[in-house]
């Protein structure tokens, strides 16, 4: 017997980039058509190793304030509090709108978080109870590796919920 697939939560995680965008209708598409709560997340990512190189340059409280600073200025750009952040946030903002009018699935919660990408990924699967994930690929050839950054492979592998990997058509 084959069990019933219900999609009730689905996280849509972004790195802002062209085919987190196009992988974005798919995220609309699937909400839609399960009548699902739609999360969006983008993970500023950390580095340890930058960190401790740029703290000879800057006080410690100087470099988290500016961390700080550019996490807000994310978050804002996301819910659409500031356009003037780039093209493809501008873009992001506006498909989610047209996506919400065209039809009538609206983001649930917009996340920005900082940290490792992928930890962040998998702990918001878990604190939100998704149920699907859906991200974008920057699919170059054949070979999985072309086909997919480090985060993605990293969550496929990880995940304990199915994960829909979208590359831009060519």
Excluded: C
């Amino acid at each position: 017997m084959i069990p019933k697939i219900v999609v009730k939560n689905i996280l849509y995680a972004t790195d802002l980039s062209e085919s987190a965008l196009y992988a974005f209708a798919h995220a609309i598409s699937l909400a839609d058509t399960y009548g699902a709560k739609l999360t969006l997340l983008h993970v500023l990512s950390e580095t340890p190793a930058l960190d401790s190189r740029i703290i000879g340059y800057v006080t410690r409280s100087q470099w988290e304030a500016i961390k700080e600073r550019n996490l807000d200025e994310a978050r804002q750009a996301l819910i659409g509090k500031q356009k003037e952040h780039g093209a493809v946030r501008e873009v992001l903002n506006l498909f989610s709108e047209n996506a919400k009018a065209e039809s009538g699935v609206e983001t649930d919660q917009v996340l920005v978080r900082r940290g490792h990408p992928v930890e962040e990924i998998l702990a918001q699967i878990k604190e939100g109870g998704h149920d699907l994930v859906v991200m974008g690929t920057r699919g170059q050839g054949t070979l999985v590796d072309a086909m997919m950054g480090d985060t993605v492979r990293r969550v496929l592998r990880r995940s304990a919920v199915p994960v829909l990997t979208v590359r831009i058509p060519e």
